[in-house]
């Protein structure tokens, strides 16, 4: 089977643009030159594998062959937007294996696999704020009047940031994601976590993704003088988020051992070093496999940070930004990857993701699974984040031998 880690390395240095020895930083804000770069070349391999581009009303790329027209396709695909100085891997490798894919089957003589790639817009949310943000409006869990609530670093929200990239909002209820036109989906992602990697395992099949609620907690006190005011006298809005920051990251282990909880953004106003602070923004990342932990996990902030905002008299406000269920993913796909796997003598671990991805949010709307790719030390959103090339092929072979050989009945 003609799956060429070699062609899956060229996509991995021309999308990072860097020798991935150099451990490349990626810093793809959706919309920004250097994601438009690393989907430009995505398409071109893909036109040159004779597929059509078509960009839905949300934003995200949609790859397909014209030859495929009419039939029920395999939807796979990830995301190209990346965190902040992220990695070379996530999300990435769920597009270019999918490509692999293409291109293999045309290199078999074969007519192009009942297959779509899609590349997902603004997964990460790092760049307006709540992550899935296309995967969500093209399954129509997001219309064009919550999307505006959302903006990137220069004010712009996604519609007005997204409209020279295909971005219609007028066009979300009519371009909407269509059950009948597919038979499944499968994203390929990097595990993100130690356990495949420690347990010396290439690939896993996840048959289920945690669910997550995401918060953002203001809190107002009086900024004064950092000299001249008595410690009983002061409003710190700091040292408030300081003790409600170090009671987040308790709660999850007093919950359940796959619960966590992240505190990855603060604002400090006025952030001056002679200022005691007056107001502290900061957000509150929680996950866990089971509804019974993240409502647990809910009621224990709604506790115990309005009581330290009391007893330091500072005002408080947490608004809840999120609220993902944890998605079970289908039994039926999960089986026929299974079997696809077994048709390589491979036995696919099993596994469940921490991790979000856009396979969550089409999970209610059309069977779905993931697999996964050993991350080396389970480091992710990093520039050390690194996978094994041989790994990445093995899944590539997978989803080869599911989209090639199980032909489901609408497809045949
Ligand atoms: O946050 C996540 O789980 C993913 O990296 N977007
Ligand atoms: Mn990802
Ligand atoms: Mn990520």
Partial sequence: MPISPERLERDLTMIAQAPLSSRPAANRPTFSP?????????????????????????????????????????????????????????????????????????????????????????????????????????AGTLDAAALVKFHNSDGQDYCSAGKPFGVRS????????????????????????PSLWKKEQPVALVTAINGRRQYRVALEGVANHAGSTGMADRFDALAGAAEMIALVEKIPGTLSPQAVATVGRIECLPNALNVIPSRVEFTIDFRAPLESVLDQGAAELDWHLPAIAQ?????????????????????????????????????????????????????????????????????????????????????????????TTTVTREQS
């Fill in 34 to 138: 250097t994601w438009v770069e690393a989907v430009r070349y995505v398409v071109s391999e893909a036109e040159a594998c004779g597929l059509t581009k078509r960009v839905d009303a949300a934003g995200n790329i949609h790859l397909r062959s014209p030859e495929n027209i009419g039939r029920r396709l395999w939807l796979s695909g990830s995301h190209l937007d990346s965190v902040p100085n992220g990695g070379a891997y996530d999300g990435v490798v769920g597009v270019i294996i999918p490509l692999e894919v293409f291109r293999a089957a045309r290199e078999d003589k074969l007519r192009p696999p009942p297959l779509e790639l899609v590349i997902f817009a603004e997964e990460e949310g790092t760049t307006f704020g709540l992550g899935m943000l296309g995967s969500r409006t093209w």
């Fill in 170 to 193: 007028l066009e979300f209820a009519s371009d909407r994601f269509r059950a009948e036109d597919y038979s499944g989906l499968v994203e390929v992602h990097v595990e993100q976590g």
């Fill in 311 to 403: 007893r330091r008299g500072l005002k408080i406000n947490i608004e809840t930004t999120e609220i993902l269920p944890a998605a079970p993913l289908s039994t039926e796909v999960c089986q026929l990857l299974r079997e696809a796997a077994a048709r390589l003598n491979c036995t696919l671990p099993e596994t469940a993701s921490g991790a979000l991805h856009d396979a969550a949010i089409l999970s209610p709307l059309l069977p779905a699974a993931m697999l996964f790719v050993a991350s080396r030390d389970g480091i992710s959103h990093n520039p050390d984040e690194y996978s094994e090339i041989e790994h990445i092929s093995q899944a590539a072979r997978i989803l080869y031998e599911l989209v």
